[in-house]
């Protein structure tokens, strides 16, 4: 019954390399996310999509380019990998709170890349 | 452009110490906060959030917090902390589009 799911949790690779990590939300939301965390532990958004739309695209290299073949998926496809793309990838998604413009947002369990 | 400050980066409490992380904001618009915690190599999880109403929220494990519309400062509390309760912390305020802007996040240690 997982909500948000991520794969795979481990991806270590050399530079130069093109790989991608998937993401799948079982909750029937209509927007999905990809954020970074850096080594300090900051989170940044990169991507969002509603309804297999992006929505927002954060100033991300277009070494990154998110693919949304429906609205449960979000993956995340990074070209010529460098040493600096090494973080841990976030997946999430979102859902307007009935009655209000308000959402919440439920993460998924991440993807620790590491580029060598 | 929305932001979000933790002046606290590293908290260190004993067990049964009570706990307060200050969180400010920076945004014109009505907002959403929220409080996320990540406990070591898991995933973030919401504590509480606050979307309008009682300013006194309160979450999970028996965390609160306080939203002070005049102050910009959505501060975390829980009276005495456990072990248990050592991760990392983070603030974030609604960006419009559903986007979500966090806080560089606080790091609590907890001593048995």
């Known amino acids: 019954d997982t909500a948000v799911s991520q794969t795979p949790k481990y991806l270590v690779t050399q530079m130069g390399n093109d790989k991608s990590i998937k993401c799948e939300q079982n909750?029937?939301?209509?927007?999905m996310y990809w954020y970074k965390q850096d080594s300090k532990k900051f989170l940044k958004i990169m991507f969002s999509y509603n309804n297999k739309e992006l929505i927002i695209n954060e100033t991300v290299p277009n070494r990154f380019s998110p693919k949304s073949p429906d609205k449960a998926h979000l993956n995340l496809h990074i070209n010529s990998l460098e040493l600096g793309d090494s973080a841990v990838y976030f997946c999430?998604?979102?859902?307007?709170?009935?009655?209000?413009?308000?959402?919440?947002?439920?993460f998924g369990p991440g993807t620790r890349l590491t580029v060598t | 452009a929305q932001s979000v400050s933790q002046h606290n980066h590293h908290v260190i409490l004993s067990e049964a110490a009570s706990l307060e992380l200050g969180c400010n904001y920076s945004?014109?618009?009505?907002?959403?906060l929220f409080w996320y915690v990540q406990y070591p190599g898991q995933h973030l999880q919401l504590l509480l959030k606050y979307f309008s109403g009682d300013p006194l929220v309160k979450g999970i494990k028996g965390f609160e917090a306080e939203f002070i519309k005049s102050k910009f400062s959505f501060n975390l509390r829980k009276p005495s902390v456990q072990w248990s309760d050592t991760a990392e912390y983070f603030c974030?305020?609604?960006?419009?589009?559903?986007?979500?802007?966090f806080g560089t996040g606080t790091r609590l240690l907890v001593s048995p």
């Open positions: 945004y014109g618009g009505t907002v959403n």
């Open positions: 974030a305020v609604n960006g419009g589009f559903q986007k979500l802007v």
């Open positions: 909750l029937g939301h209509d927007t």
């Open positions: 999430a998604s979102s859902h307007v709170i009935t009655g209000t413009s308000s959402y919440e947002q439920y």
